[in-house]
């Protein structure tokens, strides 16, 4: 104030020193809905083990071959070669020597490593990049096969062919391959003479344990379907797997500590040790919320078959790829899981197709919905390659997910009842005071997540969050 001012009244700078001050309760920006938790059926583990049983798989799915990068050089162990269904019953020393026989070739970005009709056929691995296979269809029109990326591979059961390619192999990035084709394959015939009669009878074993097996390789049941009198009916049984996967609980654990001074002076107007229990408690359930998806052990994306991994064409995650998630976990699917980027990302790619997707309301929260399947968002989802401001290109993936027992789908797990326990699962015991007067609470989460069958999740990989339209009407509205 001026000196010249005459002072009419007590300024509100003294008087807010005799005001009890309005406040709030702490705040934590890392809270989130966290809607994974309430979505997910838990069931109740007494025994702090939970077993899945399945029926025994007589052909395994082929599994992705482990790419190693040396100096940006890539390569694969020979070991893992045997990951490819057709080779898991040939020689040990016969499939190495096929390993070594790979060659490396770089395709750039639109170009075709096998062209259909007029190359002939090959064994090749996806080293890096994606790719695209794709035949004529009866009509003359291109129909795509697959989209394939890093470790996964296509043409094995056709080396032996001498008949030109049936599929194109386009790179819709720039690629890099591990291939094996005809003249390789005849410099191992000729060193190994039984070579052809080996390898021919075990692609005619796969293909008939293909003819007895289901899509997911479970044993046919012999079944009898006609009217006829007399006849014999088929015996069968369903065996079991012999290991089946046990799922222990995974713990969370942390000690909150508060001074006895604080807890006993400064309690008006929030209980210091409830504010203290409650932000470490939401600390802790996001954690959960992050292993329930990320987990190397149980987390939905390492749970995740090979076969039911599938890769974005475009980049952006486009309505066309999340209709292709739903042919794979068609029965009864819950939710997808995104990362609020990339939900943001599939709703450009709707709005510029004029398909705005409907929303809906899950517990009190606004969500997209796609063909009637809620799109539920999540930080936990991670973002690969994103720059420090959080704010760069980078990819993620999609997840599609169906949940409970009765349907075969994906469960969380925990241990209701537990001593000490303040929530389903959850405990806060004392642990004591030590001599500068600090309380110590244990508090510790009990939780897993099981997946029941391979079918009840599906990913969908290499999704690029940092997409935008520019739109052809735009220098106009600009004018």
């Not at 049936?166 to 394959?185: G, N, Y």
């Not at 600390?283 to 974005?312: C, D, H, M």
């Amino acid at each position: 104030m001026a000196q010249n001012d005459l002072q009419r009244s007590i300024t509100t700078a003294t008087a807010k020193k005799l005001a009890t001050t309005t406040k709030t309760p702490p705040q934590m920006g890392s809270i989130t809905p966290r809607l994974l938790l309430k979505l997910l059926p838990w069931v109740q583990v007494d025994s702090g083990t939970y077993r899945v049983n399945r029926t025994k798989v007589e052909l395994k799915k082929a599994e992705r071959i482990e790419i190693d990068f040396f100096n940006g050089i890539p390569s694969f162990r020979e070991e893992s070669f045997r990951h490819v269904p057709l080779f898991a019953h040939i020689d040990h020393n016969v499939v190495n020597r096929l390993a070594k026989k790979f060659r490396i070739e770089n395709i750039d970005l639109g170009n075709n490593l096998i062209s259909e009709g007029y190359d002939t056929q090959k064994f090749f691995i996806v080293a890096q990049g994606q790719v695209e296979i794709s035949s004529k269809g009866t009509h003359g029109e291109d129909l795509r096969i697959a989209i394939l990326s890093e470790g996964e591979y296509f043409g094995e059961a056709d080396l032996l062919s001498d008949r030109p390619s049936s599929v194109t192999v386009k790179a819709i990035t720039p690629a890099v391959f591990f291939t094996l084709d005809s003249a390789e394959l005849e410099e191992i015939i000729k060193e190994i003479p039984n070579f052809r009669e080996q390898f021919q009878r075990s692609v005619d074993e796969h293909l008939r344990l293909r003819a007895t097996v289901n899509a997911h390789g479970e044993k046919h049941i012999d079944l009898l379907s006609g009217h006829e009198e007399n006849n014999i009916i088929t015996e069968t049984y369903i065996d079991y797997e012999e290991e089946p996967r046990e799922y222990p609980l995974n713990t969370l654990q942390t000690v909150v500590r508060v001074h006895t001074r604080v807890s006993d002076l400064y309690n008006n107007p929030y209980n210091q040790l409830e504010q203290q229990m409650r932000l470490s408690i939401e600390s802790i359930k996001e954690r959960q919320e992050w292993e329930l998806i990320n987990n190397k052990n149980f987390g939905l994306l390492a749970n995740v078959e090979p076969g039911y991994r599938i890769s974005t064409r475009y980049g952006a995650p486009t309505p066309d790829d999340l209709d292709e998630l739903l042919s794979l976990v068609w029965k009864k699917p819950s939710f997808f899981l995104a990362h609020p980027r990339a939900v943001a990302a599939f709703e450009r790619e709707c709005t510029w197709r004029g398909v705005p997707p409907v929303t809906t309301n899950v517990f009190g929260m606004s969500v997209i919905t796609w063909r009637g399947v809620p799109i539920i968002p999540s930080d936990k989802i991670e973002i690969q390659g994103q720059y420090l401001t959080n704010r760069g290109v980078g990819t993620t993936s999609f997840i599609l997910v169906r949940t409970g027992e009765q349907e075969q789908g994906v469960v969380g797990l925990q241990q209701a009842g537990i001593p000490g326990e303040i929530a389903p699962s959850l405990s806060a015991r004392l642990m004591g005071l030590d001599k500068f007067g600090v309380a110590s609470y244990l508090l510790t989460k009990y939780f897993s997540l099981a997946t029941l069958t391979d079918d009840a999740i599906a990913v969908l990989e290499n999704v690029e969050v940092g997409y935008y339209h520019d739109y052809n009407n735009r220098k106009s509205i600009i004018k």
